[in-house]
Nanobody, 114 residues
Framework: QVQLVESGGGLVQPGGSLTLSCAAS????????VGWYRQAPGKVRELVAR???????NYADSVKDRFTISRDNARNTAYLQMNSLKPEDTAVYYC????????WGRGTQVTVSS
């Protein structure tokens, strides 16, 4: 079973930026469409960005033009560059495949506040 470790979260002011990383164990990462999800307190977990193994990307409307997903298959790692952060981006961020094929990691907390 693939293990996922997310990192890079923190406290940032509105308008700021963060880059999240997701490291996957094993060598099957490159075969999957991978997504970044987030879960805010009291809300359901939502998919905010995904990237195919060929590099095609899709974004939720709420993050489009602010977030950029990328991947490094040689490092079994996915990234989420987040710019122009808003308080409503506050959540725990997770990665997984687009079909949630792997066990969830612990996630990384992103807090946007002044």
């Amino acid at each position: 079973q693939v293990q996922l470790v997310e990192s890079g979260g923190g406290l940032v002011q509105p308008g700021g930026s963060l880059t999240l990383s997701c490291a996957a164990s094993g060598n099957i990462f490159r075969f999957y469409t991978v997504g970044w999800y987030r879960q805010a307190p009291g809300k359901v977990r939502e998919l905010v960005a995904r990237i195919t193994n060929g590099g095609s990307t899709n974004y939720a409307d709420s993050v489009k033009d602010r977030f950029t997903i990328s991947r490094d298959n040689a490092r079994n790692t996915a990234y989420l560059q987040m710019n122009s952060l808003k308080p409503e981006d506050t959540a725990v961020y997770y990665c997984n495949t687009a079909t949630v094929a792997w066990n969830w990691g612990r996630g990384t907390q992103v807090t946007v506040s002044s």
